[in-house]
């Protein structure tokens, strides 16, 4: 624990080496990490190494109760892990309560040596954080909110790199201030570490040229304002070349939803080497409305794999299992709450119960009773999704897991509902970069939307929206053995239980099969 300061006021907050953000983790693709966590704090912690895929060391992969028994206080833990078939930013995060406010940091996976990046070299490099500070402690909102079963509150300011800049009524908060030479290119490397907010980006005077999301090259592409949910990295370059002078350097939310705004933007300063920075005034730029959803659509429809010779996009064009899950809200009976309900979200109506042991320990070692692997694969009825929701907003509750057979095709259509509340869902997998087939408004329609799928170069990544009241097909080959959780990453969701997790079989010998635990595994 360490005492942060931001605006005007101090609080006792969970670091990581004592800082927030956290430290970087630098690594070169095929590297083995060995990553030690210490537990000094009071909670029970776990950390995810969000975006890596993890092939066959799901034990490392860290959501609790998933892959792992929590890290007890005063208890240690080492991940070991290697990235492979993957180069770029990533970034990793508390996977348990909501530590991760403040528990996160960034992943860079370096190119093989002697593998150049294919765009054309930049000279420095910057890192970019975004994320979101609440002036109380976050886990006691998430008590509050949960007991009473109402939505918790919103945090009181977004950060860049850890500050929120001096659009807070503090003025002692100074904002970050990026240093760049003239002349000079700079990768960008952006991460969304925020727990419940879509958020725009954006520089004064500056376009940024996209060329890797989610540690995956895209064919590069100019844009104004960069797109990011919560769980979603993006490479950008940015050409230094105004000469002098400083730029505002804006971040504020993304939020489709008619019923909850928030419009709190963060700021920081691009500021030339050797400007005058007493005379010079910072050139400003003002951030898309919360509702520029034109914008949004535009950012995302540009994304494509690079699909080059060297990076091929391994679309599975075959499909072995075809899921269909419907995203929604819902309000079951609770006596102790505030009128008798609590908001709870669900995956085609079942709103996932976290087991108190991990998932993935019962999976190894054949023990029955933990969870089922009964997930429905559809919802049990269809109807007008985006519409008037039906009344019963009752969900069923269970740890339910969908099987996959072992180097299947899988596709998911996730399709976002109207039931309480049309919102964007940031979705997340472990395990897998998914490729982002096809995205539509209004319902999906199973005869003619596949028509239109992109099976040649759709963008791959770990984290997808299902977009208000419209619907994502994602596609992937189940070649990973383990337990790989499925979530929304708006942390709020996963706590009303938006979240479900495949199980994938073990291949046909030890190299396909999930290693066994380490020695060191926490135990429930
Ligand atoms: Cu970034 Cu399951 O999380």
Not at 53 to 71: H, L, M, N, V
Not at 284 to 303: E, G, Q, Y
Not at 364 to 381: C, E, I, L, M, R
Request: net charge neutral.
């Amino acid at each position: 624990m360490k005492n942060i300061t931001r605006l005007c006021s101090t609080k006792a907050t969970v670091t990581v080496n004592g800082k927030f953000p956290g430290p970087t983790i630098y690594a070169r693709e095929d590297d083995t990490l060995l990553i030690k966590v210490v537990n000094q704090v009071h909670y029970n912690l776990t950390i995810h190494w969000h975006g890596v895929k993890q092939i066959r060391t799901g034990w490392a992969d860290g959501p609790a109760y998933i892959t792992q028994c929590p890290i007890q206080p005063g208890k240690s833990y080492v991940y070991n892990f290697t990235v492979t078939d993957q180069r770029g930013t990533l970034f990793w995060h508390a996977h348990i309560l909501w530590l991760r406010a403040t528990v996160h940091g960034a992943i860079v996976i370096l190119p093989k040596l002697a593998l150049p990046y294919p765009f054309p070299n930049p000279q420095k490099e910057i890192l970019i954080i975004l994320g979101e500070w609440w002036k109380s402690d976050v886990e006691a909102v998430v008590d509050e909110a949960t007991q009473l079963g109402l939505p918790p509150n919103i945090s009181d300011a977004h950060t860049i790199n850890g500050l929120p800049g001096p659009v807070s009524t503090c003025l002692s908060q100074e904002g970050f201030t990026f240093l760049v030479e003239p002349g000079k290119k700079y990768l960008l490397r952006i991460v969304n570490a925020a727990l419940n907010e879509e958020l725009f980006f954006k520089i004064a005077g500056h376009k940024l040229t996209v060329v890797e999301v989610d540690s995956s090259y895209v064919k590069p592409f100019k844009a104004d304002t960069i797109l990011t949910t919560p769980g979603q990295t993006t490479n950008v370059i940015l050409s230094a070349d105004l000469g002098t002078g400083k730029y505002l350097m804006v971040t504020s939310p993304y939020m489709d939803s008619p019923i909850l705004v928030n419009n709190r933007t963060a700021t920081a300063t691009l500021q030339y080497v050797g400007t005058n920075t007493s005379s010079t005034t910072t050139t400003l730029t003002v951030p898309p409305p919360t509702n520029a959803t034109p914008i949004a659509i535009k950012f995302m429809d540009s994304l494509r794999s690079l699909n080059s010779r060297k990076y091929p996009a391994k679309v599975p064009l075959t499909i072995d299992h075809s899921l269909f899950f419907t995203i929604s809200l819902g309000l079951n009976p609770c006596e102790s709450c505030y009128r008798g309900f609590r908001i709870v979200a669900a995956i085609n109506n079942v709103t996932f119960v976290m087991p108190s042991v991990s998932l993935l320990n019962a999976h190894f070692f054949n023990k029955s009773g933990v969870f089922t692997d009964d997930f429905p694969g559809n919802p049990a009825y269809t109807f007008d999704y985006t519409g008037i929701p039906p009344e019963n907003l009752r969900t069923m509750e269970g740890t339910r897991l969908y099987r996959l057979a072992y180097n299947s095709n899988v596709q998911v259509i996730m399709q976002d509902t109207g039931l309480l509340s049309p919102e964007n869902h940031p979705m997340h997998l472990h395990g897998f970069n998914f490729f982002v087939v096809g995205r539509g408004r209004g319902n999906f329609d199973p005869e003619e939307d596949p028509k239109k799928f992109n099976l040649v170069d759709p963008v791959e990544r770990n984290t997808i929206n299902a977009p208000s009241g419209g619907w994502v097909a994602i596609r992937f080959r189940a070649n990973n053995p383990g337990i790989w959780f499925l979530h929304c990453h708006l942390e709020v969701h996963t706590t009303w239980g938006l979240k479900m997790a495949f199980v994938v079989d073990n291949g046909n010998g030890p190299e396909e099969s999930l290693l066994p635990p380490p020695k060191d595994l926490p135990t429930c």
